[in-house]
């Protein structure tokens, strides 16, 4: 899955703009980034939403235990990968069907965290037990929300294309092509809201999460690590 977003979206962080400005290497624009995804992935299905947001994915080589899948409700366009194990339970909290799977329950999550503020992301993420990747973006708000399970157990990079944008990711090699070293590992347990202004974790939230640059040999340009002594989050 990839989905790529304008700094009329997303501002392009600032680490991963100094990881890439420290080593210079080859990147490519954001078209260009969704017509190789498209070209390499068998039945891609890539989605233009407005002027500023462009998501794709495909079912070409996904794993049977952690599908990919894509939905849009109420202008919330959701890509999710992966599996939740108290699925069931999720669907009863937010009075879904027997039939509602993982997409349509992050969607209708992320409703609940936008609707019913002051409500914390972390207790809507902390929530979710399995693992998963996922990317929300709200149309009628421009708002984008991004998470990852607390052991990285499905895969996510986030990077900046030549042309700025803002791009996410389950394919690192897809990234590295694109983004040079800017680019980095999506954090596990952690999650990424416009709304409240950046990274943060959903297990630890008053933690502050800093970008430790790579070396040269490593395929990112930095490394996000949550800071201090991990205090699970109270999440009920």
Not at 32 to 41: E, M, P, T, Y
Not at 132 to 155: C, E, M, N, R, Y
Request: hydrophobic fraction near 40%; aromatic fraction near 10%.
């Amino acid at each position: 899955m990839l989905g790529v977003f304008s700094s009329a979206i997303v501002s392009p962080p600032d680490e991963l703009v100094a990881a890439g400005s420290r080593t210079p290497s080859p990147k490519i624009t954001a078209n260009a980034l969704i017509n190789r995804f498209c070209q390499s992935n068998a039945s891609a299905v890539s989605v233009q939403v407005g002027d500023h947001v462009q998501l794709a994915y495909s079912h070409d080589n996904e794993s049977v235990i952690q599908p990919r899948s894509f939905a849009v409700k109420d202008e919330i366009f959701c890509l999710f990968e992966g599996a939740l194990d108290n699925l069931g339970s999720l669907r009863q909290q937010y009075g879904l069907a027997k039939s509602a799977n993982e997409v349509l329950l992050v969607i209708e999550a992320y409703k609940a965290l936008r609707d019913r503020a002051p409500y914390p992301p972390n207790h809507v993420v902390g929530h979710f037990s399995g693992n998963f990747a996922f990317i929300v973006f709200d149309k009628s708000t421009s708002t984008l929300f991004v998470a990852s399970d607390q052991f990285g157990k499905v895969p996510l990079s986030w990077g900046i294309t030549a042309d700025g944008y803002v791009a996410f990711a389950d394919d690192a090699d897809l990234l590295k092509g694109a983004c040079g070293k800017s680019l980095a590992s999506f954090p596990q347990g952690c999650f990424y809201s416009t709304t409240v202004g950046g990274l943060r974790s959903y297990e630890n939230p008053k933690n502050v999460i800093t970008a430790v640059p790579a070396t040269d040999e490593e395929i990112w340009g930095a490394t996000f690590k949550v800071e201090g002594p991990a205090v699970l989050a109270a999440t009920k």
